[in-house]
């Protein structure tokens, strides 16, 4: 019993936590987190168009106004998905920590769901 | 058995000890039912609003589910996988005595073998232990690959007179020898296969059945080690959890960054996504030397660009899948990671453009999307075929289109070429060629070449529905690596295992043994090999004879030439890294030098055709050693070396060699002492297959006079020798280098009188089979033609001339005339001759 116990809040219980940590990095990579937040701004596409003549040319602003566009696009989607992979990563959080505790309570909780089912029986009995 | 043998490994014993109560299989199943219970009477609770007997059978089925995970969990990491301490320190302290035993270590599997094996006497039941871990699933697949029966094994090993009993000292010495063999793999414990690796050595009824069945100690190891990377690779793939496996699925956005490559992605091909798409388990052999400097130079601010070069089929496209490997799994360096590999297929790019122009439009287009794309390394094959090749009626050069692109900092190329495309076009595209850093792409060795095979051997497999043994696949390399010279490591061998396949699926038969691996080989080459066959045999033993129905007299030379090939085929002697034979024939002309190397190479290698003729006297000026080795220089290959890697079995006849270029004697040199050449592009040619016959009639008046005064054998050999070393027209490095300098003697009217019979028989032969006449002649006529064509100084030289204008001429008009018809026999007369 001594060996499982050290087992269980030993290796065990670090091999678990690192596959939750391999999970969690896994939404961030998945929703490509850091990527996006490095590139918030950046144009959609690197579609871009090179700036014509002087400040006080039409070309220029026109220009200048589809850039501003390619980037703003690019944000928008970005932060949706960054948004988006945030609250995977946040109901991702929820059951892992819901699982550490299962993990960390197994002990206890076995031993009590069978009880409570045995209770459970009685009393609707 | 009551044992007295203690293992230290408790956490092992009590793993063998739950599993023999509980087995996996049982447990895994329990597992599943019980979860899928628990999921289901949860389900039901809910439905049936909190229904009592639900709710109690979800909390028990939950709860055994949960307790049967933790217990498995247990078993199979915390019992059979507890080794915190190093193996590799321990086996260290064990042999300077600081420990007494390495049973601390054994794994799970290997306990379960050994725990029995000692009794309360201290004896060591050897026969038990190797029958238990030959009956282990690795050990069974590592007999199997080996072509090996394991009952069969266990059979022998029990019918030998071996005694098979032991001191429990021999267990400890034993698991000490697996101990230093599981650290040289890298392992933290002491499995089944390393026991196997040390009963294979210590154990002399094993040993003697694998050296039996000709298993070596390497060929076990490579083996093991194949069996070994197969299972860490399964292993690792079905732990889902762990990192490699969850990120092999690609990110959402990874390429909102990059510029769209709306022209480029119509010619080109996404090599990431086909690595991705594939599977990242692949294995890349010894290629990290190239794929680290790939990632150097393209890492490199300013002027990134990687030149590959190597042979077609050497492995360049496996360095860029490699690569491409590493880019995926995020092992590259930190500013390449997020780029990916554009494989441009230019010349489906540029086809169907009519100009020069155009050309460099459409490059430009492709160039510039690449660039602006920021996350694209842009692979281009064969780079020469677009620097000065023909195109549309003019010339394709698209240097001048991609030089101001590939300056670019943000563009980042990988082309491939050859080492020629290299010499003869690259070097010369001047601020281009700059604009690349050279990556050589280095041919396999042969032992990474058997790794190579034995990672794609499942595909093989998988495909003809065929098993190939180890020894099949040693087979293959080996058997590629000397009869295939022209295509590099790992196609040769690649390119003959599908060959091999195809063969064996035709013949409906399932197992690819060495026998096949030899037959399409000798089919291939045109030469005998593997195990000498019976017609071989006979042969071999009566070359002298064979020889002899072409060649007259000549007894020392065709007895020395015949004993050399014995050697060769028998595999006698220094035979690996020097040419099958070589000789240097001596003599007058006309004495049946050259005869001699057709007769040989049509005995040997199957036909007189098989002889590659070199006038030497053609090879007397200074840039003689370039024509026969070839040089980007001159635009050509070399004639010597190009036509021995054309046809490597072959026999190699430089006639007049006295009278080439000093440095072409030198070139010889080398081929005679380490049997291998490099052409002017730096690629090797083996002659170690070729006989290499050279001829010489310098010294000719010597042996005419040394004959007269009645010198032969040795004495007239070593007095020639001498007499052409003193005339300086051989080095004496040069001639002690052939196997035999063979002195062929003149030739006497008695000897021409032979050679004129057999050229007759061989004339009536022929036209027996062409048009049905026998020909005949009486001996008036045979002393006629002697008479004609026996010249001292020409030996038999002008006899074919001679045949020719007489007998032949004769023989025309008589048919053309009608008076020689079919199934007639034309006897000539002397007076038939002029």
Request: charged share 25%; hydrophobic share 45%.
């Amino acid at each position: 019993m001594l060996r499982y116990l050290v087992w269980h809040y030993g290796s065990g219980f670090r091999s678990f936590l690192k596959a939750e940590q391999n999970f969690f990095a896994f939404g961030w990579y998945f929703f490509s987190i850091s990527e996006l937040l490095r590139t918030l701004f950046s144009p959609w596409h690197q579609i871009l168009e090179k700036k014509k003549g002087g400040i006080a040319s039409s070309e220029f602003w026109q220009s200048l106004s589809l850039n501003l566009m390619s980037r703003v696009l690019g944000a928008m989607v970005r932060a949706i998905t960054i948004v988006f992979g945030l609250v995977f990563e946040a109901a991702l959080l929820l059951i892992l920590c819901a699982l550490t505790i299962i993990w960390l309570a197994a002990l206890l909780l076995i031993p009590t769901a069978y009880v409570s089912g045995v209770l459970l029986l009685i009393i609707s009995s | 058995m009551i044992t007295d043998f203690e293992i230290k490994n408790k956490d092992a014993l009590s793993a063998i000890r739950a599993r023999f109560l509980f087995p996996r299989s049982l447990h895994r199943l329990a597992t599943s039912l019980s979860g899928a219970a628990s999921l289901f009477f949860f389900v039901l609770a809910f439905v049936l609003g909190g229904h009592t007997i639900s709710m109690v059978l979800f909390l028990w089925c939950g709860a055994t589910f949960l307790w049967l995970l933790f217990l498995y969990g247990f078993i199979e990491t915390g019992l059979k996988g507890s080794f915190s301490l190093s193996l590799k320190d321990r086996l260290a302290e064990y042999k300077t005595g600081r420990i007494s035993d390495l049973t601390a270590f054994l794994d799970f599997h290997a306990v379960g073998a050994i725990k029995d094996i000692v009794n309360r006497a201290g004896i060591a039941d050897v026969f038990r232990l190797t029958a238990t871990i030959v009956s282990e699933r690795s050990v069974r697949w590592v007999f199997n690959r080996l072509a090996l029966d394991e009952k069969d094994a266990v059979k022998w090993i029990k019918q030998s007179s071996i005694n098979t009993l032991a001191k429990k000292d021999f267990v400890l010495k034993l698991i000490e020898e697996a101990a230093t063999y599981a650290v040289k793999r890298h392992h933290a414990t002491i499995g089944v296969l390393d026991l196997f690796w040390a009963l294979s050595q210590a154990n002399p009824a094993l040993r003697q059945y694998l050296f039996d069945h000709a298993v070596e100690p390497a060929d076990l190891d490579a083996v093991i080690r194949w069996q070994d990377r197969l299972w860490h690779m399964s292993d690792r793939r079905r732990k889902f959890w762990l990192r490699e496996n969850l990120f092999r699925t690609q990110p959402i956005g990874k390429e909102w960054s990059a510029g769209y490559i709306n022209l480029l992605s119509s010619y080109s091909r996404d090599i990431t996504d086909a690595v991705q798409a594939r599977g990242l388990d692949f294995h890349v052999v010894g290629r990290k030397k190239e794929i680290d400097a790939m990632e150097q130079i393209l890492a490199k601010a300013g002027e990134n660009n990687v030149l590959l070069v190597g042979e077609p089929g050497v492995g360049r496209e496996t360095i860029i899948y490699g690569f491409a490997k590493r880019l995926l799994e995020g092992r590259s360096l930190p500013q390449l990671n997020r780029q990916k590999l554009i494989e441009l297929d230019l010349s489906a790019a540029i086809a169907g453009l009519k100009t020069a122009g155009e050309v460099d439009g459409r490059i430009k287009e492709l160039f510039s999307e690449a660039v602006q794309a920021r996350n694209v390394i842009l692979i281009i094959q064969n780079l020469h075929h677009f620097l000065g090749a023909e195109f549309s009626g003019g010339v394709i050069d698209i240097s001048r289109a991609v030089l101001p692109y590939i300056k670019d900092a943000h563009m980042q190329l990988i082309a491939i070429t050859t080492h020629s495309g290299l010499h003869e076009k690259v070097e010369k595209a001047g601020e281009l060629a700059s604009a690349f850093q050279p990556v050589e792409v280095q041919e396999p060795t042969l032992e990474q070449a058997v790794q190579i095979l034995v990672d794609v051997i499942p595909q093989f497999e998988w495909k003809y529905k065929v098993f190939i043994p180890y020894a099949t696949i040693k087979s293959i390399v080996q058997l590629s690596d000397k009869y295939v010279q022209n295509v590099p490591f790992p196609e040769k061998a690649i390119d003959l295992l599908a060959e091999i396949c195809v063969h064996v699926v035709r013949d409906k038969k399932k197992i690819i043994m060495t026998d096949d691996v030899a037959a399409v080989v000798s089919s291939r080459a045109q030469v005998p090999v593997g195990s000498v066959g019976e017609d071989e045999r006979n042969k071999l033993l009566h070359l002298e004879d064979l020889i002899h129905a072409r060649i007259v007299d000549q007894e020392e030379a065709v007895n020395a030439i015949a004993n050399a090939m014995r050697r060769a085929r028998a595999g006698v002697g220094d035979t690996s890294n020097r040419p099958i034979g070589s000789f240097l024939f001596l003599g007058p002309t006309g004495v049946g030098k050259t005869e001699t190397a057709k007769a040989l190479a049509q005995v040997y290698f199957g036909s007189d055709e098989r002889m590659i003729r070199f006038d030497m006297s053609e090879y007397n000026a200074p840039d003689a050693e370039q024509r026969l080795l070839g040089s980007p220089v001159i635009h050509a290959e070399g004639t010597l070396t190009t036509a021995v890697r054309d046809n490597p079995f072959s026999l190699l006849l430089l006639d007049e060699l006295e009278k080439s270029n000093p440095k072409v004697l030198d070139l010889f040199l080398q081929v005679l002492d380490e049997g291998h050449l490099t052409d002017g592009w730096g690629k090797r040619v083996s002659f170690t297959h070729t006989i290499i016959i050279a001829t010489s009639n310098a010294g000719a008046d010597f042996i005419r006079q040394a004959i007269h005064d009645g010198k032969k054998g040795d004495e007239l050999s070593k007095g020639l020798i001498e007499h052409l070393l003193s005339k300086n027209l051989f080095k004496p490095e040069f001639v002690n280098r052939f196997d035999g300098v063979i002195v062929f003697k003149p030739l006497e009217q008695q000897h021409v009188e032979q050679i004129i019979r057999m050229m007759l028989k061989s004339l009536s032969h022929e036209l027996f089979h062409e048009k049905g006449i026998k020909v005949e002649a009486d001996d008036a006529a045979v002393k006629k033609i002697l008479e004609l064509g026996y010249n001292p100084e020409f030996g038999g030289r002008e006899l074919r001339r001679i045949m020719q204008e007489n007998v032949e001429n004769v023989i025309a008009r008589k048919i053309l005339g009608g008076e020689i018809k079919r199934g007639d026999t034309f006897t000539i007369k002397d007076m038939d001759l002029k």
